[in-house]
C-alpha cells in the first residue's frame, strides 16, 4: 500500500513540475522567437525584435494550427529565388510544428538522402537541427542537444527527439520509399523541382503517409522548367487547396554575403531573372532553338555511382558503348562579375551513332583555372580529343592546355558561320532523337531553352562547348552543314605552325614527335586502357 505524500512532498513535486513547465515555455519561445506576427514584416530589427528574424511571408498563416484549429491549408509550397530564404522558412515551421505536437513522427524529403540529410536536417544556417535548438559540427557530430534532441543518426538519418518521436530523413530520386508505412504529422519536401522519381515520391509515399494530427506538407523550392518536376510544380500552383507564398531574393539580400548577393543579383535582365530571382515557373521561350519536351523525351536515365566510380563512368560506358569521346571546352576570356563561365562538356558517340552528353563541368573562374580542370575531366573519362573553336583570335588553347601538362590530343575547329547557323543543326539533331543528355544538366539545358538567336546576347557557354563537341563527334552531322565547322586540313595545319613559331612559341605550339612514339590513333578509335578493355 503506498504511503500519502507529504506536505514538503507535494510541495517540492510542485515546484519541480513549474521548473519543468517554465523550461519548456523558453524552451518554445526559443524556436518561436523567430516568427513575427506583423502582418508586414521585412525581417530586420524592430521594436520587440532586436535581431534578424522571419519576414511576414516566411510565416506560414493559413497552414500553422492556431489554438484548436489545425489550419486551412494540409500543404504549403514556397517557392522562391536563389537565396530567398525559403529553407530557413521551410525548417522554422517545421520546427514549430514539431514543438507544439511532441511525440509524432515526421520526415524530411530531398532530391536525394544526402540533401535531406545535409540540408534539411544539418545545415549550417537553415537546418532542422539548428531551428530546434541544437548545433551540429563537420562530419553531423551532435555539438549541442538542445531543449528537444535526443540524438541524431547520420547514417541512418534520423533525429531522436526528447518528447517521443522522429525525424526521418528520404530521398525523391528513388521515390522516398523508406517512409512509406510510416505515421507521419509532417513532411518536409526540399526544391521539388529538381525531383526525378516525383510521381512516386509525391503521390504514394508522402500522400499516404502524412496522415496524423496536423497532417502537414512543406514544400519549397526554385522552379526548373527544362526538368520533369515542372509537372509537379504547376499542379501545386494551379491548387487552390495549397497555401502559395512567393519569396523574392532582393527580399533578403540583408541576409546574403554582399559577394554572393551580387552574383545572384547578375540574373537581373536576363531571361533567367523571373526564375532565379522570383521563382517564377517559365515556359517555352518564343524563338529558342530547344525545347523543354525535346531534352525530356531523349534523356537517358544516369546508371549509379559508385564510391569508386562516383562519375559512373564504368556503368555509363558499357550502357553506350562510345566509339569516340571528346572534351569540348569553351573557356572565358576574362575572370570578372560579368564574365561568362568556362564551358567543359563531355559528349560521346554511342555504338548507334547518336551523340551522348555525359558530364557538364563547366564552373566559373579564373582563366588560370580551366586548364587543369579540362585534364581532370579528359584523364577521367579517357577522352580520345579536347575540342576547341579556333576564331576571333582564340587560337591559345592547345598552347595553354600544353603549358598545363596535358599529354593528350588537341583539336581546332574553325567557325566559319554566325552562331545561329553552327546551333540550329545541332538542336535539330537533338530534336530528331539524336543527341541524349545522361541524367540532369540544369545549367546546360536552360542556355539551350532560353537562348534566342539575335536578341543581342551571346550564345552561352555551355551551349557553345556542346556544339563544337558535336562538330567532332558526328562527321555525317558536319557534312550537312554547308561548312559551318571545319577541321583544319593538314596543309592549313602546317601553315599555322610556321605563322606562330614567333617569339619562343615555336616549342609550345609546334607538333613534335618523339623517337619511337607511337602514332596517334585515329579519331573513330578506342583510346587504350580505361575502362574500354574492362
Not at 523508406?178 to 519536401?189: A, E, F, T, Y
Not at 563512368?313 to 569540348?328: E, G, N
Not at 583555372?369 to 591559345?396: F, L, S, T
Not at 540550329?424 to 544538366?441: L, Q
Amino acid at each position: 500500500m503506498a504511503l500519502a505524500w507529504d506536505d514538503d512532498e507535494w510541495r517540492v513535486a510542485a515546484e519541480a513540475a513549474a521548473d519543468n513547465l517554465a523550461a519548456e515555455l523558453e524552451a518554445q519561445a526559443k524556436v518561436f522567437a523567430w516568427r513575427c506576427d506583423r502582418t508586414e514584416c521585412d525581417g530586420k530589427p524592430h521594436e520587440g525584435f532586436d535581431y534578424l528574424h522571419a519576414r511576414s511571408k516566411q510565416v506560414l498563416r493559413g497552414f500553422l494550427p492556431e489554438d484548436d484549429d489545425t489550419g486551412r491549408y494540409r500543404t504549403a509550397y514556397l517557392r522562391g529565388g536563389r537565396g530567398s530564404g525559403k529553407s530557413k522558412a521551410s525548417s522554422w515551421n517545421l520546427a514549430e510544428l514539431i514543438v507544439r505536437f511532441p511525440g509524432n513522427d515526421w520526415a524530411c524529403v530531398g532530391p536525394t538522402f544526402g540533401d535531406a540529410r545535409d540540408t534539411c536536417m544539418e545545415g549550417s544556417k537553415s537546418g532542422l537541427i539548428l531551428a530546434l535548438g541544437g548545433k551540429v559540427a563537420g562530419e553531423g557530430r551532435l555539438l549541442d542537444k538542445g531543449p528537444y534532441i535526443s540524438a541524431w543518426n547520420r547514417s541512418m538519418g534520423q533525429l531522436l527527439l526528447k518528447h517521443g518521436g522522429t525525424v526521418f530523413c528520404d530521398g525523391a530520386d528513388d521515390g522516398a520509399y523508406r517512409i512509406q508505412g510510416k505515421n507521419l504529422s509532417g513532411v518536409w519536401c526540399t526544391e521539388v523541382g529538381l525531383w526525378k522519381k516525383w510521381r512516386v515520391a509525391w503521390d504514394e509515399s508522402i500522400k499516404y503517409a502524412v496522415r496524423e494530427t496536423p497532417a502537414k506538407v512543406i514544400a519549397d523550392g526554385t522552379p526548373k522548367r527544362t526538368l520533369g518536376a515542372r509537372q509537379l510544380v504547376k499542379r501545386l500552383m494551379a491548387d487552390d487547396s495549397v497555401l502559395n507564398v512567393q519569396l523574392y531574393t532582393e527580399e533578403n539580400l540583408h541576409n546574403l554575403d554582399p559577394a554572393a548577393a551580387a552574383e545572384f543579383m547578375s540574373a537581373a535582365g536576363t531571361s533567367l531573372e523571373r526564375q532565379e530571382l522570383y521563382g517564377d515557373l517559365l515556359e517555352e521561350v518564343e524563338g529558342a532553338l530547344w525545347k523543354i519536351a525535346t531534352f525530356e523525351d531523349t534523356r537517358v536515365d544516369k546508371p549509379e555511382g559508385t564510391p569508386e566510380d562516383p562519375f559512373s563512368v564504368r556503368a555509363i560506358y558499357d550502357l553506350i558503348q562510345p566509339t569516340r569521346v571528346c572534351v569540348a571546352v569553351d573557356p572565358a576570356a576574362s575572370f570578372t562579375e560579368d564574365s561568362d563561365e568556362h564551358g567543359i562538356l563531355v559528349e560521346a558517340k554511342g555504338q548507334d551513332g547518336d551523340i551522348y552528353l555525359l558530364e557538364d563541368a563547366s564552373f566559373k573562374g579564373p582563366v588560370t583555372a580551366w586548364p587543369m580542370k579540362v585534364i581532370e575531366v579528359h584523364e577521367r573519362w579517357q577522352a580520345d580529343r579536347v575540342i576547341g573553336e579556333v576564331n576571333h583570335g582564340a587560337d591559345y588553347i592547345g598552347a595553354t592546355l600544353r603549358a598545363a601538362g596535358f599529354k593528350g590530343s588537341f583539336e581546332e575547329v574553325r567557325a566559319t558561320r554566325g552562331k545561329l547557323i553552327r546551333a540550329e543543326p545541332v538542336a535539330t539533331y537533338h530534336e530528331r532523337e539524336h543527341v541524349h543528355v545522361v541524367g540532369y544538366m540544369p545549367e546546360l539545358e536552360s542556355q539551350c531553352c532560353t537562348w534566342v538567336p539575335g536578341e543581342g546576347e551571346d550564345s552561352p557557354d555551355r551551349l557553345d562547348a556542346m556544339v563544337y563537341g558535336a562538330a567532332w563527334l558526328s562527321p555525317a552531322l558536319i557534312q550537312g552543314w554547308g561548312s559551318v565547322y571545319k577541321p583544319y586540313t593538314d596543309e592549313e595545319k602546317e601553315e599555322r605552325a610556321k605563322t606562330q613559331s614567333r617569339g619562343g612559341w615555336d616549342k609550345v605550339y609546334a607538333k613534335r614527335e618523339e623517337p619511337g612514339a607511337q602514332p596517334v590513333p585515329e579519331a573513330s578509335a578506342k583510346p587504350k586502357g580505361g575502362y574500354f578493355n574492362n
